[in-house]
């Protein structure tokens, strides 16, 4: 079993920039593909990034591709979320989570809610327009 705990969300203006932090403790991050998602008030919960467990692959939502990047340090058990060129619609709590989906020989990223196990409480962004 994994605990995340996502840190670095804030208030800051549109076209800014911020660094999410998730930091992984129990077993060692490297074993679980992490993703981002967020969920804005009113709405679901959306698929924002995600990095295989080598960090050597990543996959984005259409929505934030080409403004965030997802990355990870296994030697800190820690994955980042860079999100630059912020717009007021990036508003919602973002969530890391852990996945265990394992196919053998493959350094898989996982894009779907359903499969990921683990997830951190959340942490706030809110982008001023």
């Known amino acids: 079993q994994v605990q995340l705990v996502e840190s670095g969300g804030g208030l800051v203006q549109a076209g800014g920039s911020l660094r999410l932090s998730c930091a992984a403790s129990?077993?060692?991050?490297?074993?679980?593909?992490m993703g981002w998602f967020r969920q804005a008030p009113g709405r679901e919960r959306e698929y924002v990034a995600g990095i295989s467990r080598s960090g050597g692959r990543t996959y984005y939502g259409d929505s934030v591709k080409g403004r965030f990047t997802i990355s990870r340090d296994n030697a800190k058990n820690t994955i980042y979320l860079q999100m630059n060129s912020l717009k007021s619609e990036d508003t919602a709590v973002y969530y890391c989570a852990a996945s265990t989906k394992y196919i053998w020989n493959t350094d898989m990223v996982v894009t779907t809610e359903v499969e990921y196990s683990y997830w951190g409480q959340g942490t706030q962004v809110t982008v001023s327009s």
């Open positions: 129990g077993r060692t991050s490297s074993r679980y593909v």
